[in-house]
């Protein structure tokens, strides 16, 4: 028997064979060489620019489409790579609107930002096509450095530690390098292995051991690590996800976002994944975003994101709202929710309406029901389990400085940290910053 | 990265790229930053003899001419040479070079023609341990009424006169600054060279009036309701500078004499393609007027990144390269045939390359139905003005038609180089030897 959109519950193949590339193809293609001339031309290359200020990694963006408009992208890339050696996925997945082309002055004068990420996708993907990675490490230190999460945080660190002259071996509990790059980004913003094949480029510095499904408090212990290395860094992102606390949450097919993209990612054959007929995506971030719109792009009728306050409110940026409705995705507001219903399955998730008063967000008496066979949480993550000995400020690792924690000799940066916004961006960035800080504190 | 480093008539600096004399090289202030973002060297703003310092305009000094997106193209100004007291343009000039001393300092000068002027002012600029001099023969406006500046680069005799005081009087390097309002740049050079010279550096600015308003009846800038000729500089004038220092490269007379390139130097490419053309290295202003001292970067990666390309590993392997190839009209191969081509995958449709064609050359340019453009090789003479006129780079390219293939438009045999130096209808023409 065949299934379709229209087929109930939870099911692989809703779509044609074909459906699936085209769904799942590059959903911002890359400029082409007049494309990115033009779109550079418009660069006023600012003092002390905007751009600069708002790019968590501080890439002199003037001085890269400066240098694409004069006919060298590679200068341009190493421009971009010298600060932020993820310059190519940042460009393929940062939410530019609200970074860098949201404080370009064009953004001001016409409505209209020089096209930033596209040109910096450009200049990074003509270095990637051209070799390997541009840069050449110094003379050895001898120093050894385990950095624990092999993500945006803890790649950006080796990276910058190998580059410095030091050895580093860097742990994680998946198999794979890449971390969320891997595991959680949306696929159509990196399609064709892009995530892979940098983190493989990037390795090329050399310098640097991966041990895989090597996780943290049951393969390695901090204390070891610390005993083994001259220096430690934590970049363990958000292990864990925050339950809904509602009844029927643990009915079948209520499944976290996070997982539900991690297996989409790492899908040989995304026809053999299934997707609900109705689903419903609880919460307003870029999680839920990318977890509604591939599961539209399965194959799913109805894909409703529900988030408890108003659309304004929502974490994740206009233009991810917009790509979400472009696919078709209905994104209802002020809606919590406050059952799900099934016997067996998820049936109907319950949400109550929500309205801002002067105590905060409450929820009204009235409520409303979704038809859904498949729930996917999207309401945060969180810390995994921590080695003791670390000081929490709120729910993550404290850190003073570039990345220092309580403990001597461990720094700790990315979503495991406070101070960015979860981004991959600023992950690099306090990846980068820790490794120079590490080094500095090594060489003393 | 390649390696930059350059030296001009026994200068040494980090890299070619120098600040030309200007606003932008006035003060202490500016020349620090200039050096801390990555210039090579400056050439002091022009210093004038001691006393009652000259007065600037308090109205406006400038005035511009824009491209599309209000890209500065060309810029104008009728500011004089430094306002400043001499003594203080002395000791910030030593205090810098002290403190930089890998880059390059050049002072401009410009004092009344007499020999008295010229030899205190030298000793003066010789006690701050500068690296030479360079004379403002340039200037076009306000100076130049005054019998110096340009008054002074229009007469080769002056040139030559003066530049034989300098070197008679200092030990220092003497770069000659030409005027480009001239008819014939190759005479001012061989002047400076006979003179004495080390080098010359050129243009000087172009005398302009950028605009007029048509509400005042005003040329601008307006001061008061009246404007003055000024000095045109920028990307606009590239083109002009590039043909005079071209001229001087390739004129047997002056051949070999160094040559520092000025003229709408913005980025790398600019710069290489002054050296091509013979400039030993490069002077900027207007670019650094609009985007500020950071540009240098750019121009630093672009020219290494060029460099690497080409395998060149030093700037000296750029300067002179094109100079063979620029020769006299009637050495051209009146043989070469080539007929524009164009690709359809880039193509927009938007007509231009039609209009251009149709209305104001050759009529071979066809527009079939769904506005598809193809060139009539048979009408087609190879003007190139449908290269220019598109907006897509390289969609209209022209292809070269080897020996031996008939000209459709001609029904001739594509003939070896032959120019009309023996040609038939030449009256003059000789015999090929």
């Known amino acids: 028997?065949?299934?379709?959109?229209?087929?109930?519950?939870?099911?692989?193949?809703?779509?044609?064979?074909?459906?699936?590339?085209?769904?799942?193809?590059?959903?911002?293609?890359?400029?082409?060489?007049?494309?990115?001339?033009?779109?550079?031309?418009?660069?006023?290359?600012?003092?002390?620019?905007?751009?600069?200020?708002?790019?968590?990694?501080?890439?002199?963006?003037?001085?890269?489409?400066?240098?694409?408009?004069?006919?060298?992208?590679?200068?341009?890339?190493?421009?971009?790579?010298?600060?932020?050696?993820?310059?190519?996925?940042?460009?393929?997945?940062?939410?530019?609107?609200?970074?860098?082309?949201?404080?370009?002055?064009?953004?001001?004068?016409?409505?209209?930002?020089?096209?930033?990420?596209?040109?910096?996708?450009?200049?990074?993907?003509?270095?990637?096509?051209?070799?390997?990675?541009?840069?050449?490490?110094?003379?050895?230190?001898?120093?050894?450095?385990?950095?624990?999460?092999?993500?945006?945080?803890?790649?950006?660190?080796?990276?910058?530690?190998?580059?410095?002259?030091?050895?580093?071996?860097?742990?994680?509990?998946?198999?794979?390098?890449?971390?969320?790059?891997?595991?959680?980004?949306?696929?159509?913003?990196?399609?064709?292995?892009?995530?892979?094949?940098?983190?493989?480029?990037?390795?090329?510095?050399?310098?640097?051991?991966?041990?895989?499904?090597?996780?943290?408090?049951?393969?390695?212990?901090?204390?070891?690590?610390?005993?083994?290395?001259?220096?430690?860094?934590?970049?363990?992102?958000?292990?864990g996800v925050n339950a809904l606390g509602i009844p029927g949450e643990d009915l079948p097919h209520v499944t976290p976002a996070t997982d539900f993209i991690a297996d989409l990612r790492q899908a040989s054959d995304l026809a053999m994944l299934p997707v609900g007929r109705n689903v419903v995506v609880i919460g307003g971030g870029m999680t839920a975003i990318d977890a509604a719109v591939q599961a539209k792009l399965l194959g799913a009728e109805t894909v409703t994101i529900a988030y408890r306050r108003s659309r304004a409110q929502m974490p994740a940026s206009r233009v991810e709202q917009d790509h979400a409705t472009a696919n078709g995705v209905k994104i209802v507001e002020h809606a919590a929710p406050v059952a799900i219903h099934g016997a067996g399955a998820v049936a109907e998730v319950e949400f109550a309406y929500t309205a801002e008063g002067a105590q905060g967000l409450h929820t009204l008496p009235e409520t409303f029901r979704l038809k859904a066979d498949q729930v996917l949480t999207a309401i945060g993550q969180k810390l995994g389990a921590l080695p003791e000995g670390l000081t929490l400020a709120g729910r993550k690792v404290a850190v003073t400085g570039a990345g220092r924690t309580s403990l001597p000799g461990v720094w700790a940066g990315g979503d495991c940290t406070p101070g960015g916004e979860d981004l991959t961006v600023t992950a690099v960035a306090q990846g980068r910053d820790a490794a120079d800080d590490i080094h500095a504190s090594l060489m003393a | 990265m390649a390696n930059l480093a350059s030296e001009f008539v026994g200068i040494k600096s980090p890299n070619p790229f120098w600040l030309a004399s200007a606003p932008p090289t006035d003060k202490e202030y500016n020349v620090r930053r200039a050096f801390e973002a990555g210039w090579g060297g400056v050439v002091w703003k022009t210093l004038g003899l001691d006393g009652a310092p000259v007065v600037n305009v308090s109205g406006p000094r400038y005035g511009a001419i824009y491209g599309p997106d209000r890209r500065l193209m060309g810029?104008?100004?009728?500011?004089?040479?430094?306002?400043?007291?001499?003594?203080?343009?002395?000791?910030?000039?030593?205090?810098?070079?002290?403190?930089?001393?890998?880059?390059?300092?050049?002072?401009?000068?410009?004092?009344?023609?007499?020999?008295?002027?010229?030899?205190?002012?030298?000793?003066?600029?010789?006690?701050?341990?500068?690296?030479?001099?360079?004379?403002?023969?340039?200037?076009?406006?306000?100076?130049?009424?005054?019998?110096?500046?340009?008054?002074?680069?229009?007469?080769?005799?002056?040139?030559?006169?003066?530049?034989?005081?300098?070197?008679?009087?200092?030990?220092?390097?003497?770069?000659?600054?030409?005027?480009?309002?001239?008819?014939?740049?190759?005479?001012?050079?061989?002047?400076?060279?006979?003179?004495?010279?080390?080098?010359?550096?050129?243009?000087?600015?172009?005398?302009?009036?950028?605009?007029?308003?048509?509400?005042?009846?005003?040329?601008?800038?307006?001061?008061?309701?009246?404007?003055?000729?000024?000095?045109?500089?920028?990307?606009?004038?590239?083109?002009?500078?590039?043909?005079?220092?071209?001229?001087?490269?390739?004129?047997?007379?002056?051949?070999?004499?160094?040559?520092?390139?000025?003229?709408?130097?913005?980025?790398?490419?600019?710069?290489?393609?002054?050296?091509?053309?013979?400039?030993?290295?490069?002077?900027?202003?207007?670019?650094?007027?609009?985007?500020?001292?950071?540009?240098?970067?750019?121009?630093?990666?672009?020219?290494?990144?060029?460099?690497?390309?080409?395998?060149?590993?030093?700037?000296?392997?750029?300067?002179?390269?094109?100079?063979p190839n620029v020769t006299d009209w009637q050495y051209l191969n009146l043989n070469y045939v080539t007929k524009a081509v164009i690709d359809q995958d880039k193509c927009i449709k938007c007509g231009r390359c039609y209009a251009a064609c149709e209305d104001t050359s050759h009529q071979a340019i066809a527009m079939g139905a769904d506005r598809v453009f193809t060139v009539k090789d048979e009408d087609c003479v190879a003007c190139n003005l449908c290269v220019d006129v598109c907006p897509v780079e390289n969609c209209i390219t022209m292809k070269e038609l080897p020996v031996g293939a008939t000209d459709p438009r001609t029904g001739r045999k594509v003939e070896p180089y032959a120019n009309w130096t023996t040609h038939p209808n030449n009256p003059m023409a000789k015999a090929a030897e």
């Open chain 1, 1 to 239: 028997m065949t299934t379709s959109q229209l087929t109930p519950g939870v099911v692989a193949g809703r779509l044609r064979a074909g459906d699936y590339c085209t769904n799942f193809a590059d959903v911002a293609p890359p400029l082409d060489g007049h494309e990115a001339r033009v779109a550079a031309d418009r660069c006023y290359f600012c003092h002390d620019a905007p751009c600069i200020t708002a790019c968590p990694t501080g890439i002199d963006i003037p001085l890269f489409i400066r240098q694409i408009a004069t006919g060298t992208p590679m200068a341009a890339a190493r421009t971009i790579l010298s600060q932020n050696i993820f310059g190519g996925i940042c460009a393929r997945v940062c939410p530019t609107e609200t970074l860098c082309e949201g404080a370009c002055v064009r953004e001001a004068a016409e409505g209209k930002p020089v096209e930033i990420g596209a040109l910096q996708r450009f200049a990074t993907d003509t270095m990637m096509r051209a070799g390997p990675q541009p840069f050449g490490r110094a003379a050895a230190s001898g120093r050894r450095v385990a950095v624990v999460g092999a993500g945006p945080a803890g790649l950006a660190c080796a990276h910058r530690l190998a580059l410095l002259g030091h050895e580093v071996t860097v742990f994680d509990a998946r198999p794979k390098l890449g971390g969320l790059n891997e595991y959680g980004i949306a696929s159509y913003k990196a399609p064709g292995g892009f995530a892979q094949a940098e983190v493989d480029w990037l390795m090329q510095i050399g310098g640097i051991t991966f041990e895989g499904a090597c996780a943290l408090g049951r393969d390695i212990m901090l204390d070891g690590l610390r005993a083994d290395f001259d220096a430690v860094f934590l970049g363990l992102g958000l292990g």
């Open chain 2, 75 to 323: 810029l104008n100004n009728i500011e004089l040479i430094t306002d400043r007291p001499l003594e203080v343009n002395l000791r910030e000039i030593k205090a810098v070079k002290r403190d930089y001393p890998d880059r390059a300092m050049v002072v401009s000068l410009m004092v009344p023609c007499d020999e008295e002027s010229w030899k205190f002012v030298l000793k003066q600029v010789e006690d701050t341990e500068a690296d030479g001099v360079e004379l403002n023969f340039g200037c076009p406006h306000g100076m130049a009424e005054r019998g110096m500046g340009s008054a002074v680069g229009q007469v080769p005799e002056y040139i030559e006169m003066v530049t034989r005081w300098v070197k008679a009087n200092s030990r220092m390097p003497c770069i000659v600054k030409l005027t480009p309002n001239i008819t014939d740049i190759r005479r001012p050079a061989e002047a400076a060279k006979r003179g004495g010279a080390d080098a010359v550096s050129l243009i000087n600015t172009i005398n302009s009036i950028t605009s007029v308003n048509l509400d005042s009846f005003a040329p601008e800038p307006t001061i008061d309701g009246k404007g003055t000729h000024g000095g045109y500089c920028g990307p606009a004038v590239k083109p002009i500078a590039l043909n005079m220092v071209a001229e001087i490269a390739r004129n047997p007379a002056t051949a070999g004499l160094p040559i520092s390139g000025i003229g709408g130097v913005t980025t790398w490419r600019d710069a290489a393609e002054f050296m091509a053309l013979g400039a030993h290295n490069v002077q900027a202003c207007t670019a650094v007027m609009t985007y500020g001292f950071k540009i240098v970067q750019e121009m630093i990666s672009g020219l290494s990144e060029y460099m690497d390309t080409k395998g060149f590993t030093s700037t000296g392997q750029i300067v002179g390269r094109a100079v």
